[in-house]
Structures are given as structure tokens and as C-alpha cells.
């Protein structure tokens, strides 16, 4: 990619057609096909080569890429770069079908992992996840990916006129207040199954063969840039799609390097990361001792290629917001546009220590790239990310970047066009050098 808007766009792009962390895989997936990378199936013997490009899926919501690298791996180790494909948005429950007084139609949802729920109010959504279809084999349903595409529902705010103290912040209850909308009711209305036979429509299958479905509620509105001279980017899941986008384009478009490049994007960070796709899992563990162990190499050389690598686990930070600029904390204040931020916390919920921060500072430097740094006010507790789940897996030295935007957790966040292009050339250079 040329120029940051140009990246920017791309990356507009990207996010839109990602409406599900099963849809970003796949994109994920296209991309690396795209650029040569070859399928490797977990239930199958690896034979590996110097200088191969592979990639494996987990759960069809996480992805391994990787290069494998020109020199001994025992002594070049792995440069990792991390992200996860999920962002907090309502789950569609079983049986979601709720009627309210026979005029309505609506769907019973559950919160995943923490949206700014009033952001989802009175904004035209659609539904996108996996659907599992009944075969010969029971222990072996197929797995199909199904975006509804056009607006289908709505969460209706409720009027001022019967909530005076809206604005005066509203407590929001996810069981009876952000249920969504689907439908009037008619006549000929058949409650049973209905969301079911929809899947069915859109996919042209029987209704009879969908056994199980996991699906999510997304925004239709697509992404923009936005600002004077375009500067920023207003799109939902810049939280951590802006990251897996540019980790994958600096993967494919740098050179095969000495040591293994790889970009691992795990699922469910919002929700703890404890699956089997998770960073809490040990499915990165386990690919990069298989890694090793293909290419001819035993279980010290292993051991003694993870004490050679390095991790940056990125995922956003927060910019200094200009209505609320008190909440900063008082001495680091990333701006949109100024650099990633490399995050810091004491109580290490982010892994940065003085050695990986160096480390990625120096590549920073080293080409030219602005960088900030993120602490939470002292009186705050602040979020986490994957970085220190990965490291009780795997003790890799590590260190927690992100880029400073706006409205975490929102239905639409903000970023920084400058920022995307500057974070993409850090990942870059990282795999280069
Ligand atoms: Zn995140």
C-alpha cells in the first residue's frame, strides 16, 4: 500500500466485510492465499520449508500466518505480532423469538463483552456469524458463514418525553432494553423458528439440515473518514481489526526475514480469552512448537527459540479525549495522529517493561515513526488485552502497543489515519529486521 489514505481506505474495507470474527478470519484467510501463503491443517504431519509461507485456522474465528524464516530457527526465534478478530457487540440467544402483544416481533440477545450500549440505539443493524448444517456425520457438521447484508433491525431509543432524565445518564438493562426489533406482525405470522427459516432463505437450504447457529448483531452503517483534511477514521472494531489489518499487511508485504514472522489473531479477547481460539488457550503454544519440530529441530532448540523471540501484542489505547481531558492521566496524553502508543501499566496488565518498550521504540526510531506512551490515571482501573493472558502461556519477552483512539467500545470508534499507515511500518520493520 502507497500512502496512508489509500491504507486507510483498504482498511475501511476490511472492517466492513468483517461484520464477525468468523468473517475477519476469513478475510484474513483471503488475503494470505492471495499473497501465497498455504493451508496447513492441524490434524495433519507438517513438513515445513525454510522460507515457506503457511497459515492454519482455529474454530474458523482465529488464524496463524507465518513466514518461516532463512536462518536456524533455535537461534532466530519467532516475531510475533498479535491481535484478536472479536469486538463487544449482542449475541443472538436460542430460541430467540419474542412477540409483544402479537404486533411486534423481536429477538432475545446477550451482551458480548462490554459495548457502550447506548451507542447501538436507533441504528440500522443486520446479523452475521457461523451456522452448523447436519451431514452424514453427526461428530462432523458443516460449518457455513452467513451475513443477512441489509438492515433487518433496530433498537428504538425511548422517547424524551418518557425519560426526562436521559441525558442525565441511563442506567440500561441488556435483558429488557436493547432487545432488537425485527418485525410487525401479521396474519399469517409463524412465530416458530422464524430467525431459522430466514438462514434458511438467504442461504437456500433446508430448514431441517440447520442443527445450531452463533450469531451477532452488527452496525449496516459503513465506515468513513472524517475531519477537515480526512484525518480520522470513524468506523465500529477499529478495536483490534485496525490491528489484525495492518499485522497482516506488514506480514505479507515484508521480505522473508532470518527469524519465523507470525501473526497470530486470536478470538474472544472481550470476553477473557479463555477458549480453545483464545490467547488463554494454548493453541499459539502448541503452533510454534509444531513449527520447530518440522523443520527438523527438537524440543531444546524449541526452548531455546523462545528465549529468542519477541511479541508486540497490539491492541488500541486510548488518544486524550478533547470533552474529557481530565481523564487522562496527567503526564501521558497520546493524540490521534501522533504515533502508536506503547502501554504501560504497574500492576502488569499490560506485559511492557522497560526492555520490550526499548525494543519497540527503537523500531520506531529507527524509521522515522513518532511514538507515545499510555498509562491509566493512578485512581483507574483500566482494561487488559492478550499480551499478559499470551505470556502465562508462553514466556516470550513482550510488549503492549496500540494506536490512541477515541470511543472504545462504541458502535463506531475513531482513529487516526496517520496513525494506521505509521503502525503497519512499525510491523513491517519489525519482520524485516
Ligand atoms: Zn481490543
Known amino acids: 500500500m502507497k500512502n496512508k489514505e489509500e491504507f486507510a481506505k483498504n482498511l475501511i474495507d476490511f472492517i466492513d466485510k468483517s461484520p464477525s470474527s468468523f468473517h475477519a478470519t476469513k478475510n484474513v484467510e483471503d488475503r494470505l492465499i492471495n499473497s501465497g501463503f498455504k493451508k496447513i491443517n492441524l490434524q495433519d504431519r507438517w513438513e515445513l520449508k525454510k522460507e515457506g509461507k503457511y497459515y492454519i485456522t482455529k474454530n474458523k474465528s482465529a488464524i496463524i500466518g507465518f513466514v518461516v524464516g532463512n536462518e536456524k530457527i533455535e537461534e532466530e526465534g519467532f516475531k510475533i505480532v498479535g491481535a484478536h478478530t472479536d469486538a463487544p457487540t449482542f449475541k443472538i440467544k436460542p430460541n430467540p423469538e419474542i412477540t409483544v402483544e402479537d404486533k411486534y416481533l423481536k429477538l432475545n440477545t446477550e451482551v458480548y463483552g462490554g459495548p457502550i450500549m447506548s451507542t447501538w440505539y436507533d441504528r440500522p443493524l443486520s446479523i452475521a456469524g457461523r451456522i452448523s448444517l447436519k451431514t452424514e456425520n453427526p461428530l462432523k457438521p458443516k460449518e457455513v458463514l452467513i451475513d443477512m447484508e441489509r438492515p433487518l433491525l433496530i433498537i428504538p431509543n425511548l422517547a424524551i418525553h418518557m425519560n426526562r432524565s436521559v441525558n442525565d445518564g441511563v442506567k440500561i ?41 452463533e450469531l451477532f448483531l452488527y452496525g449496516v452503517e459503513k465506515g468513513t473518514l472524517v475531519g477537515l483534511n480526512e484525518e480520522f477514521i470513524s468506523i465500529g472494531k477499529l478495536d483490534d481489526l485496525a490491528m ?7 506480514l505479507i508485504d515484508s521480505e522473508v526475514g532470518k527469524a519465523t514472522n507470525i501473526l497470530v489473531c486470536f478470538d474472544n479477547e472481550e470476553v477473557g480469552s479463555g477458549t480453545k481460539q483464545g490467547a488463554a488457550s494454548p493453541m499459539l503454544r502448541t503452533v510454534l512448537e509444531r513449527i520447530t519440530l518440522a523443520m527438523n529441530k527438537d524440543k531444546e532448540d524449541y526452548y531455546r527459540a523462545l528465549s ?30 501522533a504515533g502508536p502508543a506503547i502501554k504501560f501499566a504497574a500492576n502488569q496488565a499490560y506485559t511492557t517493561d522497560s ?25 483507574a482501573r483500566g482494561g487488559s488485552t492478550i499480551g499478559p493472558i499470551s505470556s502465562s502461556q508462553i514466556d516470550i519477552a513482550s510488549v503492549d502497543i496500540g494506536n490512541p483512539i477515541l470511543g472504545m467500545h462504541s458502535i463506531r470508534e475513531l482513529g487516526g489515519v496517520e496513525d494506521h499507515f505509521n503502525v503497519y511500518k512499525s510491523f513491517k520493520e519489525f519482520y524485516r529486521i
Not at 396474519?187 to 430448514?207: A, P, S
Not at 489484525?244 to 506488514?250: E, M, Q, T
Request: proline share 6%; glycine share 4%; hydrophobic share 35%.
Open 173 to 213: 438493562n441488556p435483558q429488557t432494553e436493547t432487545l432488537p426489533l425485527l418485525a410487525n406482525i401479521n396474519d399469517k405470522f409463524e412465530k416458530e423458528d422464524f430467525l431459522v427459516k430466514l438462514i434458511g432463505e438467504k442461504l437456500e437450504i433446508e430448514v431441517e439440515d440447520i442443527l445450531d447457529f
Open 308 to 337: 529468542n523471540s519477541f511479541i508486540i501484542s497490539a491492541d488500541q489505547a486510548h488518544a486524550l479525549h478533547p470533552n474529557y481531558t481530565d481523564k487522562q492521566d496527567p503526564t501521558n496524553r497520546p493524540i490521534i495522529n
Open 355 to 379: 526492555y520490550s518498550a526499548a525494543v519497540y521504540e527503537g523500531i520506531c526510531k529507527s524509521i522515522d515513526i513518532p511514538v507515545q506512551k499510555f498509562a491509566n490515571r493512578s485512581d
Open 244 to 250: 489484525i489489518h495492518a499485522g497482516l499487511n506488514g
